[in-house]
């Protein structure tokens, strides 16, 4: 009897894990992989990235829900909120130092708190630009076989493991944008000939797909203005190997500023349509002073007059005193004119993007 009864309760424990396997299926959808090696979600966002540039131009911060003027870590909170209850529709981050195993970035913030907030930002179903601006491994890193280029290939596999590692509760990958070696003109690869940065970009891209397995992420080629040629800044783009270009513009410069943006714009705009290339611009003039228009005025005859999929502003962080900002804050006397490019029906905050990762073409 004693026997009979143990049975029993074995066989109504496996029972009972049967069914909660089951339900557990039920509540945890299946991360799909696409026909491109892709997450599906990434395919999305691939295909819907140029396609919503019809509908506006998305509108977010670097760090937006990570860190503002006298504030940090708060996934709860955002500049661009608290002035106009409207939250980012990208967010921006920096990986710099998560090669080397460092816990915090070249920009001070912790590789933990941004993980949660990419993670906890994702359930919004924004928009996230990760940069990369990689140290340097040593000489001849575009040799694969080099000691700095070994080197170079152990790092991508820490910047894959953490982009891969950005899942929720589900174990659904974020979509990201992954912009590799961003063109800034001071790192080391900025000194590379154009051949040799495209092989470097396309070595790495081959690292983290092929060699490490990774499938949440688009490729960016993100690049300062140089010299005012488009031709000279696209030389080095890596055609083959990126989902999106991204135009870097961050200047302490005022004068002059709003019109050598809607230049860069337009020019770095066709070409990029010309290319079938979403388009991306990270933006800001660092202690702008207090000019009440400057977002009206300036920025948006930009997002009108050019085919840009997002515009990004540059990082708030610390004491404004210290003038660390590049986008209005609680308090600057520039709110009321970010209320107003907010509210154009071409600036698609995150109440205004539905569906950046869901398959809109109706195809299974």
């Known amino acids: ?12 424990l496996v029972f009972a894990a049967l069914v909660a396997t089951s339900c557990r299926k039920d ?13 599906q979600r990434t395919e999305n966002l691939r295909n819907n990235l140029f396609a919503f540039e019809q509908k506006g131009v998305m509108l977010g911060q670097m760090y937006g829900t990570l860190e503002g003027i006298g504030w940090t870590g708060d996934s709860a909170r955002s500049d661009l909120q608290e002035i106009s209850n409207e939250w980012p529709a990208c967010v921006g981050y920096e990986l710099s130092g998560i090669e080397q195993g460092k816990r915090v970035n070249t920009d ?35 040799d694969e076989d080099s000691p700095a280029g070994q080197r170079l290939k152990g790092w991508a596999g820490k910047v894959a493991a953490f982009v891969s590692s950005l899942q929720d509760d589900y174990g659904i990958k974020v979509p990201v944008v ?21 092989q470097l970009y396309g070595n790495t891209v081959d690292w983290l797909r092929d060699d490490n397995n990774l499938t949440n992420a688009l490729f960016a080629y993100n690049t300062v203005y140089m010299d005012n040629s488009v031709d000279k800044t696209m030389s080095y783009c890596p055609e083959d190997d990126i989902d999106l ?8 410069n005022y004068n002059g500023y709003a019109q050598q943006l809607l230049n860069a714009t337009r020019q770095m705009a066709s070409r990029c ?39 990004m502003m540059g990082r708030n962080h610390g004491d404004f005193n210290q003038g660390n900002y590049y986008a209005p804050y609680p308090g600057s006397k520039m709110v009321a004119d970010l209320i107003t490019l907010c509210n154009h029906p071409r600036v698609l905050t995150m109440s205004k993007v539905n ?6 073409s109706g195809k299974k």
Do not use: E
């Not at 009897?1 to 109504?12: D, G, T």
């Open 355 to 360: 569906g950046l990762l869901i398959n809109q």
């Open 108 to 142: 001070s913030l912790g590789f933990s708190a941004i993980k949660r907030d990419i993670i906890s930002y994702f359930q919004h179903q924004g928009l996230v630009v990760i940069n990369w601006t990689a140290l340097n491994p040593g000489p001849d890193a575009c």
């Open 245 to 252: 270009v991204q135009l870097t513009y961050l200047t302490d």
């Open 178 to 198: 992954l912009a590799l070696y961003p063109q800034n003109g001071t790192s080391w690869y900025t000194k590379l000939s154009a051949d040799d940065y495209k």
């Open 27 to 39: 509540k945890n959808p299946y991360d799909k992989i696409g026909d491109s090696g892709l997450t």
């Open 273 to 311: 349509v010309a290319d079938m290339k979403a388009f991306g611009v990270l933006t800001g003039v660092k202690r702008m002073g207090n000019d009440t228009g400057f977002w009206t005025k300036s920025i948006l005859p930009t997002l009108l007059n050019s085919r840009i999929s997002y515009l």
């Open 1 to 12: 009897m004693r026997s009979n009864k143990y049975i029993s309760i074995v066989v109504l």
